[in-house]
DNA sequence: GATTCTATATATAAATC
DNA sequence: TGATTTATATATAGAAT
């Protein structure tokens, strides 16, 4: 794939290893986002470069798949059959996916809140209220979603919906 | 790349988009490996298929990984500054992963249940309960963080504790 | 769903700007 | 230092299992 064959092992120059860490990155991210593109499908990656600087890739957003990939998790270990440990597992799953939209939720509020910065203006408090105010909202919401869960007896798949997709890269 | 040069475009076929993906999702993860061993790099990968199913590639693993991804995260979050409404929205975040050390201590004992009754094949729920150690690990460094800064006296949360939680490597 | 077989399109190692 | 160039190694589209 270059001007000679190379073998797949810890780049010894550290200055070499950071060329090819930036290139394949930028491969690598290039790849999954045909992909996604290509299958409709949803993906998050995390690297860290030599130098521990953080990298991340995702459609929709990391948060959003991580949370699926948590929900199908323990959704596999759900099939074991009707106890009182089962039905503590449904509310344990139901939290876990609270907890991943409201990163999510953070998510975008961090990109208002950095529009908010870069403009300078004094919208941003109004604009973090706004936002403080979903949160809430959302939170609530999730929480009655919860209660009518204890009274279901056992547990379906769906229910899980996911806001717009977004895409983002840094 | 292949015989014939193709768009990069969502594959209207059904079956076709499948193979697509299956023999794709075989290479990122190929080009995942390379990159984690030619840069010592850590990265974590999960993505879903048309049909919905859960697929990862990791090292050191999907859940260490993704635990320092969010660790810096909310550390970059906390150096945006003196604000009280940031570290308000920090402290939103905070609960929520102390929300997820509760929780995995009360699934932490289902989980020895588990282990006793279905021995030695809880392997996901234990991957789980590693993540939500991790991230109660998290929330403990953060939480120290934060409550070095001044600002962080009016949401200082007494009385609450967490464990001494340990990284492992898989 | 995954794999194999080939002809081609792409990614990228080294070199260079 | 990074961006660009170029010769080559690889990934993969299409067809068939």
Sequence with gaps: MGRRKIQIAKVKDPNTRQITFSKRRTG?????NELS????????????????????????????VAAEFLQQDLT???QRGPSF??????YFNLQNLDLMRQL???????????EAIDHG?????????????????????????????????LFSQEGVEFPAATREEN
Excluded: W
């Excluded at 030599?50 to 948060?63: A, D, I």
């Excluded at 973090?128 to 279901?152: F, H, W």
């Design 37 to 64: 593109i290509m299958c409709g499908a949803k993906i998050a990656i995390v690297v860290f470069s030599p130098g521990n600087k953080p990298y991340s890739f995702s459609h929709p957003g990391v948060h959003l």
């Design 28 to 32: 690598l991210f290039k790849k999954a």
């Design 76 to 78: 596999n270990h759900l």
């Design 104 to 114: 999510a939720e953070e998510e975008s509020k961090r990109a208002m809140l950095d």
């Design 121 to 153: 203006k004094g919208t941003q408090l109004s604009e973090l209220q706004k936002l403080l105010t979903s949160l809430a909202d959302i939170n609530s919401k999730v929480k009655s979603e919860i209660e009518a869960a204890e009274t279901m007896i």
């Design 85 to 90: 440990d089962v039905y503590k597992n449904h």
